[in-house]
């Protein structure tokens, strides 16, 4: 079985300060892993996905994340925040042993203060 | 064009009423999910479509009833649901229903059972 807990259901950061959304995942297999942003009421847009090829990977609008098996750990950094990264951030697990199946953290609310 | 689109938009129904959910995605991909998301909460799945066919369906009411009538398109019928049903009910698609392809999200139908 596999799953991703999510570190802090709410974080908050300052405009131009450095995010860090935290996931820690388990998975008997290699995993493939993935974080995910939701805007309100908006679906859900990939931003990035690690699949053993780099174990730092960048993603769009300047996020990226690095993969830490050691840690069984895959956060998700930018260097500094804007206001339109305000949203919900979802980390996702996948592996050979759950077909195509996703599985989501419970998400992560990311405020930015001016 | 990594689009994936959701018709209607917003849905209001009564719990004897018939409706159904549209999803089209021509990227050419052959496999398509519908997830159902409740607030706060991340995507929970309920059906997996590979080639056309019904590979998976997570134990969902027959009050849902899932088509795929051709590659692009995947429909959810609705009928006699309950309010508990309300929900944003997302359709994604990807390359094929393995691991490794990440998953595209569309906006979303957001249902509300009077």
């Known amino acids: 079985a596999q799953s991703v807990t999510q570190l802090g259901s709410h974080v908050s950061v300052s405009e131009g300060a450095l995010v860090l959304l935290r996931c820690n995942y388990s998975s008997s297999v290699p995993p493939y892993l993935f974080w995910y942003v939701q805007y309100p009421n908006q679906g859900l847009q990939l931003l990035l996905k690690?699949?053993?090829?780099?174990?730092l990977v960048k993603g769009i609008n300047g996020f990226e994340a690095e993969f830490k098996k050691s840690e069984t750990s895959f956060h998700l950094t930018k260097p500094s925040a804007h206001m339109s990264d305000a949203a919900e951030y979802f980390c996702?697990?996948?592996?050979?042993?759950?077909?195509?199946?996703?599985?989501f953290g419970e998400g992560t609310q990311l405020t930015v203060n001016p | 064009d990594t689009e994936v689109t959701q018709t209607p938009k917003h849905l209001v129904m009564g719990m004897t009423n018939k409706k159904s959910l549209k999803c089209e995605q021509h990227?050419?991909?052959?496999?398509m999910y519908w997830y159902k998301q409740k607030a706060k909460k991340p995507p929970e799945l309920m059906f997996v479509y590979s080639y056309e066919k019904l590979s998976i369906n997570e134990s969902v009411p027959s009050r849902f009833s899932p088509e795929c009538p051709n590659s692009s398109l995947l429909n959810l019928h609705l009928h006699a649901l309950q309010p508990e049903d309300s929900a944003l009910y997302l359709c994604?698609?990807?390359?094929?229903?393995?691991?490794?392809?990440?998953?595209?999200f569309g906006p979303g139908t957001r249902l509300t059972v009077t």
């Open positions: 994604a698609s990807s390359q094929e229903a393995q691991v490794l392809y990440e998953q595209y």
């Open positions: 690690y699949t053993s090829a780099a174990t």
């Open positions: 990227m050419g991909h052959r496999a």
């Open positions: 996702a697990v996948s592996g050979r042993a759950s077909g195509s199946r996703l599985t």
